[in-house]
């Protein structure tokens, strides 16, 4: 059964840095384009980072340039995707859900195939 299951969110002062986590099982993640979704309180999913089988990235504008996400396979077999957030801002505040995408395009909820259950990362002024 495919599962994408993250880990890593965290409250932070302003300035400050995160690494969040999705752990892919089930299967092979090659086929699938990887992204991060953030869900700011009381606003709507919206994709901010992806990376496809090749590790081409692109982010959204609110994060290029302070985010950066990439894809590993670790030695003891597990597959992470991660997110390195830098010089966090209040506005980066929200759920970080992790996605997958069979269809070539990661961008927009419909694109999704296979969501994670959500980590919150909170800024603070």
């Known amino acids: 059964q495919v599962r994408l299951v993250e880990s890593g969110g965290n409250s932070v002062q302003a300035g400050g840095s995160l690494i969040l986590s999705c752990e892919v099982s089930?299967?092979?993640?090659?086929?699938?384009?990887l992204a991060w979704f953030r869900q700011p309180p009381g606003n709507a999913r919206a994709a901010i980072a992806a990376?496809?089988?090749?590790?081409?990235?692109?982010?959204?504008i609110s994060v290029r340039g302070r985010f950066a996400i990439s894809r590993h396979n670790v030695n003891d077999g597990r597959k992470i995707l991660y997110l390195q957030l830098n010089n966090l801002r209040p506005e980066d505040s929200g759920l970080y859900f992790c996605?997958?995408?069979?269809?070539?395009?990661?961008?927009?909820?419909?694109?999704?195939?296979?969501w994670g259950q959500g980590t919150q990362v909170t800024v603070y002024s």
């Open positions: 996605a997958a995408c069979s269809g070539g395009h990661c961008s927009v909820i419909p694109d999704v195939n296979i």
């Open positions: 990376i496809d089988s090749d590790n081409s990235a692109d982010y959204s």
């Open positions: 089930g299967y092979d993640y090659h086929d699938y384009l």
